[in-house]
């Protein structure tokens, strides 16, 4: 495996499951990150960890709860989750956020999730 | 707070032609970086290009070049001889250091979704 990869690619869940996401990349990056793209709407930041750090939530709901174990891993747990949460699910990583700045983002393929 | 305004919603060329997407962005910094990213149909958002606002020379990675015009806050991509895998959504992306922060943030337009007709 190369790049980032993200798994599930698809997900139907209902309001009262517990699933979750999951996302490695294998480019030796220090930082991940979690986006939600919804049609006609920009992306959205979610959480940023940084050597394994979270360094930001950007006032996400706690239904959505991340965890980062190491540097290449990073998981989205979901519960109880509203149907407007509905959208694709990005992550992504960086060599170093924290650095001289300007690091390219490399992205996964994404997980589409649909909450009835 | 940053915003990244892409004018164009949808936008379509034929092949071989030329074709130009329009981004303009709000800040106050005065070091920050650009990006425009490519998704196409099967999802994966790849780099197409990136500029440092510090350069005043215009970045360009083969076909794509971009007209980076920092007074007036405009970062437009300029796609040549457009070929039909070019067909995606284009993202403009804005980065810049979160104050106080161990981190870089990336702020994203809307998209614009071009389609290269044969």
């Known amino acids: 495996e190369t790049g980032v990869t993200q798994t599930p690619r698809h997900l139907v869940m209902g309001m009262t499951n517990k699933k979750s996401l999951k996302c490695e990349q294998h480019l030796g990056h220090n930082a991940m990150y979690w986006y939600k793209q919804s049609a006609k709407k920009p992306l959205e930041l979610m959480f940023v960890?940084?050597?394994?750090?979270?360094?930001e939530n950007n006032s996400v709901p706690s239904r959505f709860s991340p965890e980062c174990p190491n540097s290449s891993h990073l998981f989205l747990h979901l519960h109880t989750l509203q149907p407007e949460d509905s959208a694709l699910y990005l992550c992504?990583?960086?060599?170093?956020?924290?650095?001289?700045?300007?690091?390219?983002?490399?992205f996964g393929p994404g997980t589409r999730l649909t909450v009835l | 707070a940053q915003t990244v305004t892409q004018s164009q919603p949808e936008m379509s060329v034929q092949e071989a032609e030329t074709v130009t997407l329009s981004c303009t962005y709000d800040t106050s910094e005065n070091n920050y970086y650009l990006f425009w990213y490519k998704q196409p149909p099967s999802r994966q958002m790849i780099l197409v290009i990136r500029q440092e606002a510090y350069k005043q020379q215009n970045a360009t990675e083969n076909r794509f070049s971009v007209n980076f015009q920092k007074a007036a806050k405009s970062f437009s991509l300029k796609i040549s001889d457009s070929q039909l895998g070019d067909t995606a959504m284009y993202f403009c992306a804005f980065m810049r250091r979160v104050w106080g922060g161990s981190n870089y943030k990336l702020t994203f337009g809307k998209g614009t979704l071009l389609t290269v007709n044969p």
């Open positions: 992504a990583s960086s060599r170093d956020p924290g650095g001289s700045g300007g690091d390219e983002q490399f």
């Open positions: 960890y940084n050597f394994k750090e979270q360094t």
